[in-house]
């Protein structure tokens, strides 16, 4: 029973490059997060899925695009890195809205 | 907009010691209240959740309380040791998947 698992846990890029954060679950759970932690802020989310088949923006959504590939898998792509995206991404996942959140140990993204 | 503060941003204390971590809201529509530890370079682990119709929750050596009146939530941790070393996060739910998070109070516990 792995929880949350991300893939990858670096990456650099430069300007202008594309890439995309995988995430998985095995606990069965319906909802998932994309969040990206800055420091001194605390998480910000950047995209959700209530349930498979639905997406839905956060409130940094700017930049990103995601995609519910099945009831275990949530990505998020970058199609053109800037500068302020760097930063350290985390994917959750929760059975329902308001339940407890399961994070993933993170991605660190440098773009330079 | 709902905020979510904690304070201090940093503390430090000798082992053994029995502490509080603040955390408050700005909006008393809150659902739900989750509080969380972060090592450095890791994830975060959940470690309390109190639902809005619940006063408290206790897990071993930790007690955490919401006081939705107030706009406040407490985490104690008890006879602390140097393994708590960490980041401790609140997080209130506020409906629509939607959570807000504090930045944060990193504790340090000296042997």
């Known amino acids: 029973n792995a929880g949350v698992t991300q893939t990858p846990k670096f990456q650099v890029l430069k300007t202008g490059q594309s890439m995309t954060l995988q995430c998985a679950q095995d606990?069965?759970?319906?909802?998932m997060y994309w969040y990206r932690q800055d420091p001194g802020m605390g998480l910000r989310l950047i995209y959700y899925s209530a349930s498979e088949g639905t997406t839905d923006k956060g409130e940094v959504p700017n930049g990103y695009n995601v995609s519910r590939l099945n009831k275990r898998e949530f990505s998020l792509r970058l199609e053109s890195a800037a500068p302020s995206q760097t930063s350290v991404y985390f994917c959750a996942s929760s059975e329902l809205d308001l339940g407890e959140q399961f994070f993933g140990p993170g991605t660190r993204l440098t773009v330079l | 907009k709902q905020e979510v503060t904690q304070i201090p941003a940093a503390l430090s204390v000798p082992e053994g010691e029995n502490l509080v971590l603040n955390c408050s809201f700005t909006?008393?529509?809150?659902?739900?209240l989750q509080w969380f530890r972060q090592d450095p370079g890791k994830g975060l682990t959940s470690l309390l959740l109190?639902?809005?119709?619940?006063r408290e929750q206790t897990s071993g050596r930790l007690n955490a309380s919401l006081d939705k009146s107030s706009g406040r939530s407490t985490l104690y941790i008890a006879a602390s040791q140097p393994g708590d070393s960490a980041t401790y996060l609140c997080a209130g739910g506020t409906g629509g998947f939607k959570t807000i998070f504090g930045a944060g109070t990193r504790l340090f516990v000296k042997a």
């Open positions: 109190i639902q809005s119709s619940q």
């Open positions: 909006d008393s529509a809150i659902y739900n």
């Open positions: 606990m069965n759970h319906n909802s």
